[in-house]
């Protein structure tokens, strides 16, 4: 059973830095689009930043030049470095992965969600 594992998450003070990485579990052939979301409390969740098999990557204006999205295709895994935090960031964040199981099969696939919380 394939699932994608997030870890990084925590409380900082405003101006601060975070990095979350996100790499699935289980046995996997490749995984194509990998992304980040989140969630504030009584919102909807939104696209925070995006990144290809290629990597190429696309950014919600709000976060445009403090987070930078990576990933290391030889460990799976996708991370996003949280620069500049501002309280409007808190949220939880989940990532997102469209993988290729089989030769045949491909799903897309969400995380549990990790919670950032900015506030002094």
């Known amino acids: 059973q394939v699932q994608l594992v997030e870890s990084g998450g925590g409380l900082v003070q405003p101006g601060g830095s975070l990095r979350l990485s996100c790499a699935p579990s289980g046995s996997i052939f490749s995984i194509y689009t990998m992304a980040w979301y989140r969630q504030a409390p009584g919102k909807e969740r939104d696209l925070v930043a995006g990144?290809?098999?290629?990597?190429?990557?696309n950014y919600a204006d709000s976060v445009k030049g403090r987070f930078t999205i990576s990933r290391d295709n030889t460990k799976n895994t996708v991370y996003l470095q949280m620069n500049n935090l501002k309280p409007e960031d808190t949220a939880v964040y989940y990532c997102?992965?469209?993988?290729?199981?089989?030769?045949?099969?491909?799903?897309?696939?969400w995380g549990q969600g990790t919670q950032v919380t900015v506030s002094s």
């Open positions: 997102n992965a469209f993988i290729k199981l089989t030769d045949y099969t491909s799903r897309n696939f």
């Open positions: 990144i290809s098999s290629g990597g190429n990557t």
